[in-house]
């Protein structure tokens, strides 16, 4: 299977290097960058990583510009990849070392649209623990993940529920929620290690809150455009 790896990216000077480093080891056919504008060093960083003689001997990796927003950047690294399969990582989250083993296996099966994997914390701590068994619970029980867990999807199932809604927020929960009801998707056993520099931020339990009460608003049908304007003015 040829799949291709779309990392949407904003100002991600601090990881993004680990994250391609890491991501071209794993075999993977391409992997697609989607900046939506970065001020800092991380366009001069994706080059010259992609230029030098390490990244030549591995994954391809293709440079593309998008508005800033990550449901449309990833939206332009859909239509920019080659892959019968698209996985959407992103810049502060690193694969398991048989992430595509794991995939090429879930996808033999034709009625498989797509997956994602569970997820831990880069940092160990009690509430790093907490959270994502709660992430990971919460994706085994209802089928909806989100965009920490590294979403996979068949390209002609992406393009047949026309991609990422473009709006704010959400746009994970939105998208997994539309893909299980094209068939059977599948949570992966192995684990990817994000960055819990989010949760850190404003503290992990007002970020817990924060989180749950967009959700369960957004659940009960409040719009995204809402909401985000509400994430903004509470941050």
Known sequence: MHISVIIPTLNE????????????SLGFDELIVVDGGSTDETPALVESYRLSPQASALSPIQWVTAPSGRARQMNEGGKAGRGEILLFLHADTQLPDNARTMIETTMTDRLTVG????????????????????MNWRSKLSGIATGDQALFVRRQ???????????????DIDFSGRLKRMGITVGLTATVTTSFRRWEQHGPLQTILLMWTLRFLYWMGISAHTLSRWYRSVR
């Open 115 to 134: 997956g994602w994997f569970k997820v831990r914390f880069d940092r160990p701590s009690m509430w790093g623990a907490i959270i994502s068994k709660l």
């Open 157 to 171: 199932i992406f393009e047949q529920i026309g991609g990422f809604a473009d709006i704010p927020l959400m746009e």
């Open 13 to 24: 000077e601090r990881t993004i290097l680990g994250t391609l480093a890491h991501t071209a």
